[in-house]
């Protein structure tokens, strides 16, 4: 089986790692229970990503997790800040500890010189942006450790707008679009070269991004409505938006984004992700269309179930009679060319 190198969009190894209790170089180096550790990336390919930054919800919070509408409340900036700066910190260790193996990277090139190297290079994102306060000045912090992705919203309202509950089948209009703070912090993001994820917006706040925003937009871990009515999901006249700005997608793995029946259920063959992968090209174009996991986050397909499984999906893909070389392109060439026009 032809092992393609991997530019994933998303996962979520690093708030995973926070509350495993675990040192995170014994979690990620030496093996864990989980979809992404050094050796299953090195089977599979996964040979570089964004490595997402999340701020846990309020556990207090009670949601059925099978359930088909989930709504989530605020958290707050304090509690925010405690997880941001917890999974800011260890990304710095897991980096810094073997940097041979995995690697902090700000740019293209040093994405590229990594990979190079036969290290996965990591790209910091932070998904909800709860900790920053409108003064913006933990952003410039948050830079400065290496941050090159933001997500102003995870699927919850805040102090910049409104994310999108999850709910199927239903559309993506929930809710306001982004609050004055949110457009501030999609324009600092614009100055600075941090990419603005549209992934959990609701959709007044993708039309705000897609007004404010001079850069490519971008949605690093989604799939197709058309295909999946799942609000998670991006409609037609949301993707035709991105494809007129040479936007891309993340086609996200998760088996309730993925169905057409937006059930849970890891028994999901590769021919669903393809109809997505299908559609998102007919729209996108070529060059529109990349992987964005959301491993660690999400339930993955059997068939995958890792980063060690990345070759069954391409392999599905050659099957289905992609070439190799849109496969590389979707597989890595697409990010790089994105990220090239945004953080440089
Ligand atoms: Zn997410």
């Not at 190894?13 to 990620?28: A, D, Y």
């Not at 864990?32 to 090195?42: E, P, Q, S, V, W």
């Not at 392999?315 to 990010?335: E, H, P, R, S, V």
Request: aromatic fraction near 8%; glycine fraction near 12%.
């Amino acid at each position: 089986m032809t092992v393609f190198p991997v530019f994933d969009g998303h996962n979520d190894l690093l708030s995973c790692l926070q509350h495993e209790g675990e040192t995170p170089e014994r979690g990620f180096f030496a093996g864990r229970d989980g979809d992404i550790t050094l050796a299953k990336c090195f089977d599979g390919g996964f040979a570089g990503g964004l490595f997402a930054i999340w701020p846990t919800n309020d556990p207090a919070t009670r949601v059925d997790p099978m359930a088909t509408l989930r709504e989530f409340p605020e958290v707050s900036q304090a509690r925010a800040l405690t997880d941001t700066l917890a999974q800011a910190a260890l990304f710095a260790r897991l980096t810094r500890s073997w940097p041979d193996a995995l690697r902090a990277c700000r740019s293209v090139e040093e994405i590229e010189t990594a990979r190079a190297d036969g290290a996965i290079a990591a790209v910091l994102h932070l998904e909800g942006a709860e900790a920053i306060g409108p003064d913006l000045d933990l952003l410039h912090l948050l830079y400065a450790a290496g941050l090159r992705s933001l997500g102003p919203v995870w699927s919850r309202p805040n102090a910049f707008g409104c994310g999108v509950p999850f709910n199927f089948p239903a559309s993506p209009n929930t809710g306001p679009g982004l609050t004055g703070a949110g457009r501030d912090l999609v324009r600092e993001c614009d100055r600075l070269g941090i990419l603005v994820d549209l992934s959990h917006l609701n959709e007044a706040g993708f039309w705000n991004v897609a007004r404010i925003t001079q850069r490519p937009l971008v949605a690093t871990h989604s799939a197709a409505h058309a295909v999946t009515p799942a609000t998670r999901n991006l409609t037609n006249a949301q993707l035709e938006a991105m494809a007129e700005r040479g936007g891309l997608v993340g086609l996200n793995f998760g088996c309730a984004f993925l169905r057409p029946d937006g059930v849970k259920n890891p028994d999901t063959g590769p021919e669903v992700l393809l109809r997505h992968l299908d559609h998102l090209i007919e729209i996108l174009g070529e060059d529109g269309v990349a992987l964005g996991s959301d491993f660690d986050g999400t339930m993955i397909p059997n068939f995958i179930k890792d980063a060690a499984g990345l070759p069954k999906l391409t392999a599905a893909m050659q099957a289905a009679g992609y070439g190799d070389a849109l496969i590389a392109k979707i597989t890595w060439g697409n990010w790089m060319g994105l990220l090239s026009r945004v953080i440089g």
